[in-house]
């Protein structure tokens, strides 16, 4: 079983849509969670941490379950500026040990 | 504030020919720093990390290296370029503290392709 894993998509969606990415991750003394979003040809940056108790940030809402070590991310109301790479990341117990990065869910958002 | 620099943006090399990247991190002291790469339309592949000056742990066997030799400098490097090393170098810098909760941060990476 990969450490992280998403559905590669992509995902094409229309402008207003609401969609989700799912990730499932292995090691269950994972310790923090982020979703990073990755623009075409660009670095990797961060979209949100996700918390325990689930948080918000604007249309972005990001779950942990950690019984199912399962993580999601819902977009509401998509926009066209929305079109990237999502990746999905847990980090380990020790600070020291890297992180660990799925190999993202692309989206696609059409107007 | 924290910055990551690396150069250069771009970069066009014949096989068989060196490689030095380098990657330089201001704003913060002693952060744990990281390579990878990404070929076209992959994920990440982290090639190396350091903890502190001198200390590289190498995650992928491969002809490439890294070395730490300040603090916030993480120079990685190649004898001889394969065909198979092109791709997007990304160099990432992040906190290393107990708990694992710090944020990484990567720098605007160096497109590599060889010809």
């Known amino acids: 079983r990969k450490e992280v894993e998403q559905d590669p998509g992509p995902f094409n969606v229309p402008e207003g849509a609401t969609v989700a990415f799912n990730c499932t991750y292995s090691?269950?003394?994972?310790?923090?969670f982020f979703w990073y979003r990755q623009d075409c040809r660009k670095e990797p940056k961060l979209l949100m941490s996700?918390?325990?108790s689930g948080n918000e940030d604007g249309r972005f809402t990001a779950q942990l379950n950690r019984a199912s070590q399962y993580i999601s991310l819902l977009i509401r109301d998509s926009k066209l500026s929305d079109s990237a790479t999502y990746l999905c990341?847990?980090?380990?117990?020790?600070?020291?040990?890297?992180?660990?990065f799925g190999k993202g869910t692309r989206l696609s958002v059409i107007a | 504030s924290q910055t990551i620099h690396q150069w250069p943006a771009t970069l066009v090399q014949p096989v068989g020919s060196p490689l030095s990247l380098e990657c330089t991190v201001e704003?913060?002291?002693?952060?744990?720093l990281y390579w990878y790469r990404q070929a076209a339309g992959r994920g990440l592949q982290l090639l190396f990390y350091?903890?502190?000056?001198?200390?590289i742990s190498s995650e992928v066997p491969q002809n490439l290296s890294a070395s730490r030799p300040q603090d916030r400098q993480f120079i990685l490097s190649s004898k001889k370029l394969l065909l198979s090393d092109s791709g997007f170098y990304l160099c990432?810098?992040?906190?290393?503290?107990?708990?694992?909760?710090?944020?990484?941060?990567f720098g605007p990476g160096t497109r590599l392709l060889v010809l």
């Open positions: 990341v847990v980090s380990p117990l020790s600070g020291n040990t890297p992180l660990v």
């Open positions: 704003g913060t002291s002693n952060p744990n």
């Open positions: 090691n269950s003394a994972s310790q923090s």
């Open positions: 996700v918390y325990s």
């Open positions: 350091s903890v502190g000056i001198g200390q």
């Open positions: 990432a810098w992040r906190k290393g503290v107990a708990g694992g909760r710090e944020t990484q941060y």
